[in-house]
């Protein structure tokens, strides 16, 4: 009896009719329900959290930021959230009824904004009262345990959002600031060059102020010199004031009559003048009369000689000869004597008249001065003892001087020791301040001046220093994609496993034949391959092209998968066969081994240690690492090393069912009644 010819058997019974079929039918379909519709269920979740409702709260009242403008924080995370869709959000008015919300399941969890979350934002400004920002997320287990996880990555991403943005934004007026203070110890570095020259100047002012300081110490000697002359000059200006007083007195006291004395002179003086007007007036007359004859005698002699001309006793010429000598006599004889002495004395009587009227005004002067004069002198007389009584104080003033004058000498010699420390501590500073100058100078040079290009890049890496770049070796399209090599490779070991509840690891006609036990052993296991493969291709055809799995290598991944199904195969009908009921119990016990162990969801590491030989020895862990690289299209150099794998677990599983035949060759008791039966 050839293998072929005992698979064949096995399976004309387990087809031998409607039922039988279907039966095969329906285990063929076992991997789909368990590995197709669990992927259908969960292929892309994260693309549909936007039908998980959850409560927004905004209560951000906004801040101001140092710079003046105005920071809106909070509206600005709610409405990215918004626009986001990540969730189907729900604006809520108050917290209290987010909260209830969630408690009562009405949403998910509930996000809310506080009032002060803009304020703290912005608090960095002020290195007093830094704030941290809160974003207050409730959640509720009883709603979804997973849901948590995901809220804690969405927060995390709101939160680096944030802190970029806000980290930006500080940066940006941290970098503003050091272009500040740069620009401020430029300004300083020139007020310290002023400085150095101010010094310098202030340091030949010292010098200058020292030279003046010795004068000035001279000088308050000298003084204190000349304040002792002074002093003795005040003792004798005091003496004489004395004698001035006695004499102004004595002079008062003959002086009191001066102002009557002098008015009778001035009455005394009219008079004389008055008269000398007088005899002025007449002296005058007579002049005037003496010409007024004169003159008349003249014109009488003139017509007498023209009425002798016209009578013809006298010619022209005797006439004007007559008349010439009359002329002459008249200018050098006694009448023109007479006359000339006559205006000499008026001339000398005017003089008179013209002096007493001036002596007349000189008294009346003198005798309106005369009682002021008086006053004077007794005014000079009172001024003279007051001068007295000042000279007396004055020279006793003058000691007080004398005393002042010898303490300023003292002081200035003082003055001139500081001065001269002036001058030694200007020159330290000025060699200090022009070391200031420098090191300002210096200093501005290393501070950062960047520009608004150069502010924008910096405040862009200070607020975000690290950047990751993902280098994807190999890469699932969706959360199904992630789980498919897993979920498949479990559905067809849980397909396997259905078999044996249906078909007879090794027939007892086989048994009762005379062929070798590996090949009872082959046929037995060959419908078992048959079926697995049916449900491993099936598989691969709903997963690729019912759910769009799109695998990198897709007729390898099935002839992987196929291989898969011939080593679970092997092993499970051996252990079946080999056990009977209780290596059910046991391929029951594999397949939770290799559920936990097998890296299918969280990375095998991560699993307790004693776990990690049951990775290491069951098949499932290497299925599932060929199928993600034959899915997502990584390296494919494990595959081969994984195939042959599979091929030993195969014939580990054959060697079990041969063993199995071989033991069951014998028939017990025990074969004829079991104990248990399953």
């Known amino acids: 009896m050839t293998v072929l010819r005992l698979a064949r058997s096995e399976l004309k019974r387990m087809t031998g009719g409607l039922l039988p079929k279907l039966t ?208 003795d000059g005040a003792s004798e200006l005091s003496a004489g004031a004395g004698q001035l007083s006695g004499g102004l007195a004595e002079l008062r006291d003959k002086t009191a009559g001066l102002p009557a004395d002098s008015q009778r002179l001035a009455d005394g003086a009219a008079q004389v003048a008055a008269g000398n007007a007088a005899l002025n007036s007449k002296v005058q007359d007579a002049v005037g009369q003496l010409e007024a004859a004169e003159t008349s005698l003249r014109g009488r002699l003139q017509e007498s000689n023209n009425r002798l001309v016209a009578a013809g006793v006298l010619t022209r010429e005797q006439a004007d000869k007559v008349l010439a000598e009359v002329d002459s006599n008249a200018a050098s004889g006694p009448v023109s004597d007479a006359k000339a002495k006559i205006q000499a004395d008026a001339a000398q009587i005017q003089q008179l008249s013209d002096g007493s009227a001036a002596v007349s005004a000189g008294a009346s002067r003198l005798a309106a001065a005369a009682p002021a004069l008086a006053g004077g002198i007794s005014t000079a007389s009172a001024g003279a003892d007051r001068l007295a009584a000042g000279a007396s104080t004055l020279a006793s003033g003058e000691q007080t001087a004398v005393d002042g004058s010898a303490a300023l000498s003292a002081g200035a010699q003082k003055l001139d020791g500081g001065a001269a420390q002036l001058e030694s501590g200007a020159g330290t500073a000025t060699a200090g301040a022009g070391k200031l100058a420098d090191g300002l100078s210096q200093g501005a040079g290393k501070v950062p001046h960047p520009d608004d290009s150069q502010k924008s890049d910096l405040s862009a890496v200070m607020s975000d220093p690290v950047a990751v770049s993902n280098v994807s070796q190999a890469k699932a399209g969706s959360y199904g994609a992630g789980l498919a090599p897993f979920f498949m490779t479990l559905a067809l070991w849980i397909g396997i496993f259905m078999l044996v509840q249906a078909m007879r690891p090794i027939t007892q006609r086989a048994l009762a034949s005379n062929a070798p036990a590996w090949k009872i052993a082959v046929g037995g296991w060959l419908p078992f391959l048959a079926v697995s493969a049916m449900q491993a291709s099936l598989l ?104 042959a794998g599979l091929f030993g677990y195969t014939l580990l599983g054959i060697a079990l069912s041969t063993l199995a035949v071989r033991k069951n060759k014998f028939w017990t008791l025990k074969t004829l009644k079991p104990e248990i039966a399953v």
Do not use: C
């Open 24 to 231: 095969i039918l329906a285990l063929t379909l076992v991997p789909l329900l368990y590995g197709a519709v669990y992927l259908y269920a969960n292929w892309n979740p994260y693309g549909n959290l936007d039908r998980i409702d959850a409560a927004l709260v905004v209560e951000d009242a906004g801040a101001a930021t140092s710079g003046g403008t105005r920071l809106e924080a909070g509206k600005k995370v709610a409405n990215s959230l918004l626009e986001g869709h990540v969730f189907n959000w729900q604006t809520v008015p108050s917290a209290a009824e987010a909260d209830q919300g969630v408690s009562e399941g009405k949403y998910a969890f509930a996000l809310r904004i506080p009032k002060d979350f803009s304020a703290n934002l912005a608090s960095p400004g002020s290195f007093d009262s830094a704030t941290q920002a809160m974003l207050n997320v409730t959640t509720n287990d009883a709603n979804n345990y997973l849901l948590s996880t995901i809220v804690d990555k969405l927060t995390t991403a709101v939160h680096a959002s944030v802190a970029k943005e806000v980290g930006a934004e500080t940066a940006n007026q941290l970098l503003t600031g050091f272009g500040t203070i740069h620009t401020q110890m430029v300004k300083a570095a020139d007020g310290a060059t002023q400085l150095a020259d101010g010094v310098s100047r202030l340091h030949d002012g010292a010098v200058t102020l020292h030279a003046g300081t010795g004068q000035l110490a001279a000088g308050a000697a000298d003084l204190y010199n000349g304040q002792i002359r002074l002093r």
């Open 540 to 643: 691969t055809v709903v997963v690729n092209v019912g759910l769009g799995l799109h695998p990198a290598h897709p007729w390898l991944m099935w002839l992987f998968l196929l291989a898969a199904a011939m080593a679970f195969s092997a092993i499970i009908q051996g252990v079946v066969a080999l056990l009977g009921s209780p290596g059910k119990l046991v391929v029951l016990i594999l397949l939770v081994l290799q559920l936990v162990s097998s890296g299918g969801t969280f990375p095998w590491q991560t699993t307790p240690e004693p776990l990690h030989a049951v990775h290491r020895v069951l098949p499932m862990g290497y299925v599932v690492d060929g199928m993600r690289h034959l899915v997502y299209g990584a390296d494919l150099s494990l595959v081969p090393g994984t195939v």
